[in-house]
């Protein structure tokens, strides 16, 4: 079983930048992921990373400005948000799985998520 623990997040103005972690005890995984909910939304991926090669993948309402990145003899994964909008907020949630994705339903552990709020 593997446990996350997200932190980072907090209120901050459009434009500015927030750095999200992650850090995951126990259990085998190959993958992190990051998701994020928005208020009456559905749980939407955000970025991931394979641990074994650093291969990212992001989703296109992030590219060039989100970056993620791992350190892996920490087990932790970390999400560089910079030029945040409004529409980036949402509760972010790490996950950790067997693959690189953005799709909810491959992941296999969840974190209980970190508040990021974008003020206009």
């Known amino acids: 079983e593997v446990q996350l623990q997200a932190s980072g997040g907090g209120l901050v103005q459009a434009g500015g930048s927030l750095r999200l972690s992650c850090v995951a005890s126990?259990?085998?995984?190959?993958?992190f992921s990051w998701f994020r909910e928005a208020p009456g939304k559905g749980r939407e991926g955000v970025s991931s990373?394979?641990?074994?090669?650093?291969?990212?993948h992001y989703v296109d309402a992030v590219k060039g400005r989100f970056t993620i990145s791992s350190d892996n003899a920490k087990n932790t994964v970390f999400l560089q948000m910079d030029r945040l909008k409004t529409e980036d907020t949402g509760r972010y949630y790490c996950?950790?799985?067997?693959?690189?994705?953005?799709?909810?339903?491959?992941?296999?552990?969840w974190g209980k998520g970190t508040q990021v709020t974008v003020s206009s």
């Open positions: 996950a950790a799985g067997p693959w690189l994705t953005v799709v909810p339903k491959n992941v296999d552990y």
């Open positions: 126990g259990g085998d995984y190959k993958a």
């Open positions: 990373i394979r641990l074994n090669d650093g291969v990212t």
